[in-house]
């Protein structure tokens, strides 16, 4: 038997590195060119509250085909040409597979494993849908006790443990943890305050933590079983933005959100610039960038299930977005 966590990382690294994600699911950046213009439209403007550094990283995790970034940057060099000239472009992807069809998409760009290589210089990152795809693990709920769930090879395996999570769950409830995430999100923080920044997270989950269990995998566009065939699945699980909240407060950072997307990016202006976009476009293609939009921000498709959540150096407080 294997920790969840461990297991989970073994399977999506298995995964990125061999099969097209995008053959078993779609992005919002695929979705449409607009979201990732407003988000680089919301960089330009966070950079400015920054004080308009010299020399900024703008910085990307987990950048699938390179699409969002490709379509930030084209609005940034329109509506921030002095942006556009102080950015360098680092992306943080560890499959090589994937490394390459973002290379063909953004010759520019240099490439980390972690974020922990990223220059110390003033920084702006974007990640969307990166935070499911890190490794869970899962406790169940033991009448008075907890126990972990591990990876066997006939399904999950139950082992006692000590040090459970600390909060109240009622029997046969399952609460899942994130240290990657968590992580992740402390080590964001303490960089933003030695040399200021901020970072903006996109992906699903529910707007207050607690207990539930949501570890799903994705195999060939259908649900598959997560622990049968790993490599073989996208296994993914929701963003527990509340505790990712507290950890970057913790660390001194500021924090805006979680807010829901379809608001976000509704305040960012998607509705309008897709609109304009629209009008100079065919019928079909018109079409096409009209849905896109509702796709992203109507309640019932993806504006309410996904979340955004800010954390950054107390400069970057003002973020647009967030109301
Ligand atoms: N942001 C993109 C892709 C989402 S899929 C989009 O919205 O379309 C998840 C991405 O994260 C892929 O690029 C995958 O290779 C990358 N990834 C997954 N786990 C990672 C890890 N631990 N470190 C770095 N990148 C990772």
Redesign the pocket.
């Known amino acids: 038997m294997e920790r969840l966590d461990h297991f989970m990382?073994r399977a999506?690294?298995a995964y990125?590195a061999t099969r097209d994600?995008?053959a078993d699911f779609t992005?919002?950046?695929?979705i449409s060119q607009v979201f990732g213009e407003v988000l680089g439209l919301w960089a330009a403007v966070t950079w400015g509250l920054l004080g308009s550094p010299a020399s900024v990283v703008l910085a990307?995790?987990?950048?699938?085909?390179g699409?969002?970034m490709a379509d930030a940057l084209r609005a940034i060099a329109q509506a921030a040409p002095g942006f556009r000239t102080a950015l360098t472009v680092h992306l943080?992807?560890?499959?090589p597979r994937?490394r390459a069809v973002q290379a063909a998409a953004i010759g520019e760009a240099v490439w980390h494993?972690?974020l922990d290589t990223l220059p110390e210089v003033p920084t702006i990152l974007l990640?969307?849908?990166?935070l499911d795809?890190?490794p869970i693990r899962q406790f169940v709920r033991r009448g008075a006790c907890w126990a972990e769930r591990f990876a066997g090879p006939d399904g999950f395996l139950e082992q006692a443990v000590a040090d459970g999570p600390d909060i109240v769950a009622e029997d046969g409830q399952i609460v899942e943890r994130c240290e990657?995430a968590e992580s992740l999100v402390a080590d964001l923080a303490r960089r933003f305050s030695r040399a200021g920044g901020a970072a903006l997270f996109l992906d699903y989950g529910p707007e207050v933590s607690g207990p539930g269990e949501s570890l799903q995998a994705i195999a060939g566009g259908k649900p598959a079983d997560p622990l049968v065939a790993p490599g073989t699945a996208d296994l993914t699980a929701h963003v527990d933005f509340g505790r990712l909240a507290a950890v970057a407060r913790a660390e001194g950072a500021f924090v805006a959100g979680p807010v829901a997307q379809g608001l976000f990016l509704a305040r960012l202006g998607l509705f309008q610039r897709t609109n304009r976009l629209a009008r100079s476009q065919a019928p079909d293609k018109a079409m096409a960038l009209m849905d896109g939009a509702r796709r992203l921000g109507e309640p019932d498709r993806m504006g309410r299930l996904f979340k955004v959540l800010a954390v950054g150096s107390p400069m970057a407080r003002d973020v647009p977005g967030f109301g």
């Open positions: 990382a999506n690294a990125y994600p995008f992005t919002s950046p695929e990307e995790a987990g950048p699938g085909r699409t969002l943080v992807e560890t499959s994937l494993d972690t990640a969307n849908e990166f795809a890190l990657a």
